[in-house]
């Protein structure tokens, strides 16, 4: 007796083929990657601005100032909110007066000073005073030295720290320059003479100064520094001024100023360059942070079933789930495993002594009672019924697998 399982089957229905939309697990993950990427070159890019800012444009610094110098500072508050200058010489006649503007003040005032250096000059030298001098200003020098050693005595200027030039003397003795442009200048004598020279320099100085009479706010190191605030968002024009009498002791006078950052500022700056570079990503046609659905064409037949097929169990109530082959293998295999004649059980058994494992163990028993049940007369007409359904040799027993 044999038994088959017919599975049912819907009848066919015929729809038109889709396109599905199938998102993959790479593109999430090249949509996070195209974030951090657009997040990490914003950061970088806003790091070194506000780097060049805070420590560039509006980093601490030391000014070297003069007997009555005016020297000129630009400052936005959009990026700085307050300022502080310090003066290292705290004694009482050598205050620095530091004044706000909200325009840009003149520089239509004059100031004339002299100062008088006894001075030893080494041979093949120089040596003189460093001062900050507006432009305009005007420098006259005169030396009095041994008269054998004035031919080989000239008068110097140094502008910034490479600019140099030499003065023409008058008579041996003396020299003029006219400043040119606001800088640092240092002004002396150098000495070509093969020995070490004495001699007493006077400078006259001519300095254009800043005009402070219309200052909004100023403040004063009578203390040894002072603050000054600065409101949002104005442009401010800093004036730093000092006394007449000058520092006698040393050749060069110089103030610490610091600029303390607006953080708030910062934050804006921030969000706006994020801005600006997704704008910029954005017309470039990359579309970060975003995961798109992919279109694949899948081609879908007649007797493509409209909802995902579940997994089944078979009669062994064996749990099959199934395998991303093709359609004709996942056949074969299905049916390799079920018995040949009932197609409902797997195979557990095999004949011996040919060994086919093709039945059931229930399948493989009803072939061998076949035998003992027949009559004498079926016997002799058919010596060989008790055969292997594969290989049709004589099966003496049956041995279960599981």
């Given at each position: 007796?044999?038994?088959?399982?017919?599975?049912?089957?819907?009848?066919?229905?015929?729809?038109?083929?889709?396109?599905?939309?199938?998102?993959?697990?790479?593109?999430?993950?090249?949509?996070?990657?195209?974030?951090?990427?657009?997040?990490?070159?914003?950061?970088?890019?806003?790091?070194?601005?506000?780097?060049?800012?805070?420590?560039?444009?509006?980093?601490?610094?030391?000014?070297?100032?003069?007997?009555?110098?005016?020297?000129?500072?630009?400052?936005?508050?959009?990026?700085?909110?307050?300022?502080?200058?310090?003066?290292?010489?705290?004694?009482?006649?050598?205050?620095?007066?530091?004044?706000?503007?909200?325009?840009?003040?003149?520089?239509?005032?004059?100031?004339?000073?002299?100062?008088?250096?006894?001075?030893?000059?080494?041979?093949?030298?120089?040596?003189?005073?460093?001062?900050?001098?507006?432009?305009?200003?005007?420098?006259?020098?005169?030396?009095?030295?041994?008269?054998?050693?004035?031919?080989?005595?000239?008068?110097?200027?140094?502008?910034?720290?490479?600019?140099?030039?030499?003065?023409?003397?008058?008579?041996?003795?003396?020299?003029?320059?006219?400043?040119?442009?606001?800088?640092?200048?240092?002004?002396?004598?150098?000495?070509?003479?093969?020995?070490?020279?004495?001699?007493t320099l006077h400078i006259n100085v001519s300095a254009k100064i800043?005009?402070?009479?219309?200052?909004?706010?100023?403040?004063?190191?009578?203390?040894?520094?002072?603050?000054?605030?600065?409101?949002?968002?104005?442009?401010?024009?800093?004036?730093?001024?000092?006394?007449?009498?000058?520092?006698?002791?040393?050749?060069?006078?110089?103030?610490?100023?610091?600029?303390?950052?607006?953080?708030?500022?910062?934050?804006?700056?921030?969000?706006?360059?994020?801005?600006?570079?997704?704008?910029?990503?954005k017309c470039l046609g990359a579309d970060y942070g975003e995961i798109?659905?992919?279109?694949?064409?899948?081609?879908?037949?007649?007797?493509?079933?409209?909802?995902?097929?579940?997994?089944?169990?078979?009669?062994?109530?064996?749990?099959?789930?199934?395998?991303?082959?093709?359609?004709?293998?996942?056949?074969?295999?299905?049916?390799?495993?079920?018995?040949?004649?009932?197609?409902?059980?797997?195979?557990?058994?095999?004949?011996?002594?040919?060994?086919?494992?093709?039945?059931?163990?229930?399948?493989?028993?009803?072939?061998?009672?076949?035998?003992?049940?027949?009559?004498?007369?079926?016997?002799?007409?058919?010596?060989?019924?008790?055969?292997?359904?594969?290989?049709?040799?004589?099966?003496?027993?049956?041995?279960?697998?599981?």
């Amino acid at each position: 007796m044999q038994r088959s399982l017919w599975l049912p089957f819907p009848n066919p229905s015929t729809y038109q083929s889709s396109m599905v939309p199938i998102q993959t697990q790479s593109q999430y993950s090249i949509g996070w990657q195209d974030t951090m990427a657009f997040f990490i070159a914003t950061f970088t890019i806003y790091l070194c601005v506000s780097t060049s800012i805070l420590y560039g444009f509006y980093g601490d610094a030391r000014l070297i100032l003069g007997p009555s110098s005016s020297r000129l500072i630009q400052s936005r508050s959009f990026f700085v909110d307050q300022i502080e200058v310090t003066n290292e010489y705290t004694n009482a006649n050598n205050d620095i007066h530091l004044y706000a503007f909200n325009e840009k003040p003149e520089l239509n005032s004059e100031i004339n000073w002299t100062t008088s250096k006894f001075l030893v000059v080494e041979a093949y030298s120089r040596k003189g005073i460093s001062l900050w001098l507006n432009e305009g200003s005007t420098i006259c020098l005169r030396w009095e030295a041994e008269a054998s050693s004035l031919n080989k005595l000239e008068g110097i200027v140094i502008k910034g720290e490479k600019r140099f030039e030499k003065l023409e003397p008058n008579n041996g003795k003396r020299a003029e320059y006219i400043v040119e442009e606001d800088d640092r200048y240092q002004i002396g004598i150098l000495n070509m003479n093969a020995r070490n020279i004495i001699l007493t320099l006077h400078i006259n100085v001519s300095a254009k100064i800043y005009d402070t009479t219309k200052a909004t706010n100023k403040c004063s190191t009578r203390n040894g520094s002072c603050k000054l605030d600065l409101f949002f968002p104005i442009t401010y024009y800093l004036v730093l001024t000092a006394p007449k009498n000058g520092n006698d002791d040393d050749d060069a006078w110089f103030v610490e100023i610091s600029f303390m950052a607006r953080v708030f500022s910062y934050i804006i700056l921030l969000g706006v360059f994020m801005i600006v570079i997704f704008m910029i990503l954005k017309c470039l046609g990359a579309d970060y942070g975003e995961i798109h659905n992919v279109a694949e064409a899948q081609e879908v037949t007649e007797t493509e079933p409209l909802m995902q097929p579940n997994p089944v169990t078979y009669g062994t109530n064996i749990f099959h789930e199934k395998e991303e082959t093709n359609s004709d293998v996942s056949e074969e295999l299905y049916d390799e495993k079920l018995c040949i004649i009932c197609f409902d059980e797997q195979r557990n058994c095999f004949f011996v002594p040919c060994g086919h494992c093709a039945t059931c163990y229930d399948c493989a028993q009803r072939i061998m009672d076949e035998e003992s049940n027949s009559t004498l007369t079926d016997q002799i007409a058919n010596p060989k019924s008790k055969v292997c359904p594969v290989c049709r040799r004589v099966i003496n027993k049956v041995k279960r697998l599981f």
